[in-house]
């Protein structure tokens, strides 16, 4: 059975960071790329950063320069460094796995991530 578990998200001030975590299990990891996405009320779920399984990494360009992705093949794991957070980074954080030569796709139930002061 696949899960993707996400973990890090809470409440911070305006200016503050965060860091997420997601655990996968019952995927072979280190083949598949991975993601965050986030979808705030009321609009559409939105990238925020990829990483490839090679290890290229891209992002949504509302947080180029001050969000960072990265990995750990080691431990099955993706992270997501926020810094600067606005309250437009509020919404729903999810994990995203993807397997693209094989169509295959999972997602994790979600972190909340609010940003207020």
């Known amino acids: 059975q696949v899960q993707l578990v996400e973990s890090g998200g809470g409440l911070v001030q305006p200016g503050g960071s965060l860091r997420l975590s997601c655990v996968a299990s019952?995927?072979?990891?280190?083949?598949?790329?991975m993601g965050w996405y986030r979808q705030a009320p009321g609009k559409q779920r939105e990238l925020v950063a990829l990483?490839?399984?090679?290890?290229?990494?891209n992002y949504g360009d509302s947080v180029k320069d001050r969000f960072t992705i990265s990995r750990d093949n080691a431990k099955n794991s993706v992270f997501l460094q926020s810094n600067s957070l606005k309250p437009e980074d509020t919404a729903v954080y999810y994990c995203?796995?993807?397997?693209?030569?094989?169509?295959?796709?999972?997602w994790g139930q979600g972190t909340q991530v609010t940003v207020s002061s």
């Open positions: 019952g995927i072979t990891f280190s083949m598949y790329n």
């Open positions: 990483i490839s399984a090679g290890g290229s990494t």
């Open positions: 995203n796995a993807k397997w693209q030569r094989r169509g295959v796709e999972y």
